[in-house]
């Protein structure tokens, strides 16, 4: 593998692409991976694997599987795939967009983690101020 090749699984029906980090440099991938090799001057991996996760882009990619029991992508249908590639100043642009999507999202998973252990306090510490004596202790 190299540096910014795209993965994907070959089975099931999530085709959604992976960026090869640097330090996955020089790793060997097997089946049911497929590798996409993406020519830098003309396009940006990041955006390609983000254009492949979109879900009209998946659809297509389910009608391009085979097998009835196991649906299977086969590296030569995923050739024939065209993908409409703006220039790569828009690329760029747009993969900025998604970035800042991406840790919006992350953001707002932490800030909901978050609040919900501060509600949780709350509600303990409200509990905790009752009076064990005006507490009523219910037998089972």
């Known amino acids: 593998?190299?540096?910014s090749d795209l993965l994907l699984k070959a089975r099931g029906t999530?085709?959604?692409?992976i960026v090869v980090q640097k330090m996955f440099q020089g790793a060997v991938f097997t089946h049911p991976l497929l590798r996409i090799?993406?020519?830098r001057e003309f396009a940006i991996p990041e955006f390609v694997a983000w254009?492949?996760?979109r879900s009209s882009i998946q659809a297509q990619l389910q009608r391009l599987t085979a097998?009835?029991?196991l649906q299977?992508?086969?590296l030569e249908n995923l050739k024939g795939l065209e993908l409409y590639l703006p220039s790569l100043d828009r690329?760029?642009?747009v993969q900025e967009l998604v970035q800042l999507m991406n840790q919006e999202q992350k953001l707002l998973g932490h800030l909901k983690t978050k609040r919900k252990q501060l509600v949780g306090c709350s509600i303990e510490?409200?509990?905790l101020e009752e009076s064990v004596s005006s507490a009523k202790i219910i037998g089972v």
Do not use: C, I, W
Not at 14 to 17: G, L, N, Q, S, V
């Open 51 to 53: 254009l492949l996760s």
């Open 125 to 127: 510490k409200l509990l």
């Open 72 to 74: 299977m992508l086969k």
């Open 1 to 3: 593998l190299q540096e």
């Open 37 to 39: 090799r993406v020519d």
């Open 91 to 93: 690329q760029q642009k």
């Open 67 to 69: 097998g009835t029991l």
């Open 14 to 17: 999530d085709f959604t692409p």
